[in-house]
Structures are given as C-alpha cells and as structure tokens.
C-alpha cells in the first residue's frame, strides 16, 4: 500500500503514541484542584509551553483547542464578534478566495445570520494573494474602519502555494486590523514564527504532524479576546470551554516540537521526493500540468491536472492498485464539484475536475513515487478512454 495523502491527515509518529499512551493512565481533570488535577494541570502547562516555545509565541497566547477547524471558526466568528459592539460596527471579513472552507465556511454563515459582509481576495494564477491587492480590498468597499478582520492561510492546502503572510499581515496592521492565518499545512515544512510573522491569531492541528486528531491550537497575540464560540467552564482564557485532555495535548506538543526540530532536513526530503514524483509523472503523462506557484510552493505538495480525465475516476484507479491520494474537487450529494481553489486561480471547471493532490509526508520513500510512475500512465489512459465512451 501507498499513501500519498499525508495532506489530509498523516501518521502518528511513536514518539508521540508513547507519551499519549504514558498520559492515559493517568487520573485527574486538569481544571480541579487537587493533587490529582494539579499533576494533569501541569502536563498541560508542559504542553503550552513546549508548543509556544516551537511556534514563536508565549505560552499564554495559546488557545487549546480539538483541532483545525475548531480554532479558524473561533478566529473567524470570535474575532468578528469581538469587534462589533454597541459602539463600533464593523461587518467586513475578508478571506482569500482559496481559504480551506473551515475558514470560507464560517465566514459565508456569519454573512447569512449574524449581518456580516464576507468579501473574497481575489488570487493570481499560481494561488497568491498580492499584499496591493489586500490593500485595495481593505480600502474598497465600505473602507478600512468597517473590517473586522482579515484571514489568509499560510499555505494553500490544495495546490500548496505559500503566502506572503508576513508581508499581509503588516498591511492588515497599518489599518489596525486583526489577520488570522490558518498554519496547518505549514507548520514543520515552513519556518513558522508566531511573533515574527506579525499575526494576531493563527491555526495549528496536530493530525497533519505526526499528532494525534482531536488536538490543535489558536495562538491569539496579547491584547485581543475573541469572543467564545463554546460557553461552559470557562478554560482556555474564556475562549474555548471544555475539559482539556492532557495526553492529546502532551501528544500535540510533542509532535510539533519535533516537527519544527526537524524541519529542515524533511523539508529537503520531501521536496526531493516532490520533484522526482512530478518528473516520473510528467515522463508517463507529458501533457500533465502542475499547479500551484513553483517558487514558493509547500515541499509535500504536488497537485497536479490531467487533461481529458475525471479526478474522482483516477483516483479510483490508483487506490485499486493500492495508491491513496486525493482529488482537488470536493464532493456534495456523491457528485463531484469542481476544486473553488482552482477555479479562483482561473482554471476552467474540466481542469478543476481533473486534478489530483498527491501529498507526501514523513514515511513517503522513493519506492512510493517509482510505484506511483508505474500505475499513472496506465491510470490516465482508461480513465480517458472510459470519459470519451460517455461522450
């Protein structure tokens, strides 16, 4: 079997299954005051403090939460919320137009009930966002003094283009405006820096690291307060309620340590890797066109057009020859939809349909790519084949 969708969720590394497995054992609620909850306490703080140490931040600026999608709609809906009050109307959130949709999502639905504005920035052909083009979208309008927010990823988590978050978030800053940026996919592949990167909030999940699922974070700068999407006991600096579980978080912080330790050296073998999968693929499939913008572009990442195919049946393909990967189209009602990310990028709805994302990660070897070279020719020859019998 081999797995090429390590962007999707990737494997628990051991070091991190020993120290959840060591926690398990363990008795205490980490909110209670006992000899008990204190030691479960103290694995949390652990935890805070070994994360913030790796991404840039201070402990108290991490906000844990149960993974990606949790902490960008605290983001999106805290921030929003957070910032329009009895004496200040700001209705504008602006996301990039290529936002993971648990970014897009929650800004679409504060537009339909709660009188928000949700504007998309638009990208350029390769998937970026220009910091002039923030700048004309924070100024149009209704102005700057009506946007609550702005969210732009770090890097796109289909075709795997980096944005200049540094750069966008200084322009967020010159209006006094809160940036988030979901980091998902780059923290331990991209050198993330929390204080360096002048974010104020920004999205980390522990599955796409070597963690386990059901443990992420929200770092939030000093000095905002989203407002709760969870109401309860209050945990987490009032931002995010509910019993925390010290082996997920010991396991989390463990896994982004490491991530960020080794970062380096795996960002050098994966893009390796990268680069012999698009030349193995492109020798089989000439006409094969990679997306995504060739300079600045994650290392794991290899998203890829097949003209005259349907991504859903290649995908088929690949996995009856045990090959896991994923498409670039997202799927409603059994019907596949064409990638929003490369339509953004102004590709047509057949090659928004015909794109696979072929994600590597910690265990990808060579021998995975060679036996992915053997299977995607053939792959693409009878998925062709079985879209011009229909036509």
Request: proline residues 6%.
């Amino acid at each position: 079997m081999v797995y090429l969708d390590h962007a999707a969720t990737t494997d628990v590394r051991p070091e991190v299954a020993a120290d959840v497995a060591a926690e398990l054992g363990a008795l205490g609620n980490p909110s209670s005051l006992h000899g008990h909850g204190r030691a479960a306490r103290r694995t949390v703080e652990e935890a805070r403090e070994r994360l913030a140490g790796a991404l840039g931040s201070t402990p108290h600026e991490v906000v844990f939460t149960g993974g990606g999608t949790e902490s960008d709609n605290i983001a999106v809906k805290g921030l929003y919320w957070a910032r329009n009050t009895p004496d200040a109307r700001r209705p504008r959130i602006l996301t990039s137009a290529v936002e993971h949709h648990a970014a897009l999502d929650p800004a679409h639905w504060m537009a339909e009930h709660q009188g928000a504005v949700h504007e998309k920035i638009p990208v350029d052909a390769l998937g970026r966002v220009d910091p002039e083009v923030l700048r004309e979208a924070i100024e149009g309008g209704s102005g700057p003094e009506a946007v609550a927010l702005v969210s732009v990823m770090w890097a796109n988590n289909e075709v795997g283009t980096v944005q200049p978050v540094r750069e966008l978030a200084a322009v967020a800053a010159e209006y006094g405006i809160p940036f988030h940026t979901d980091a998902v996919q780059a923290v331990g592949v991209e050198p993330v820096d929390f204080a360096g990167s002048g974010v104020s909030a920004l999205t980390v999940s522990g599955h796409k690291l070597g963690g386990p699922v059901g443990a992420g974070a929200l770092l939030v700068a000093r000095g905002l307060a989203p407002v709760p999407v969870l109401h309860g006991g209050g945990q987490e600096r009032d931002i995010r309620s509910g019993t925390l579980s010290p082996p997920l978080l010991r396991g989390l912080a463990t896994a982004v340590h490491l991530a960020v330790a080794e970062r380096e050296e795996h960002s050098k073998h994966l893009a390796g890797l990268r680069d012999e999968l698009e030349e193995r693929v492109r020798e089989a499939v000439p006409d094969a066109v990679v997306n995504g913008d060739p300079a600045r572009r994650l290392p794991g990442i290899s998203h890829i057009s097949f003209p005259g195919c349907e991504g859903d049946a290649l995908l088929m393909l690949l996995d009856a020859k045990g090959i896991s990967c994923s498409t670039g189209s997202a799927c409603s009602a059994g019907v596949a939809q064409p990638s929003h990310v490369l339509l953004e990028m102004g590709a047509d709805a057949g090659t928004a349909l015909s794109s696979l994302r072929l994600s590597l990660g910690r265990t990808s070897t060579r021998e995975d790519v060679a036996a992915l070279a053997r299977a995607i020719g053939p792959a693409v020859e009878r998925a062709r084949a079985a879209r011009a019998r229909r036509r």
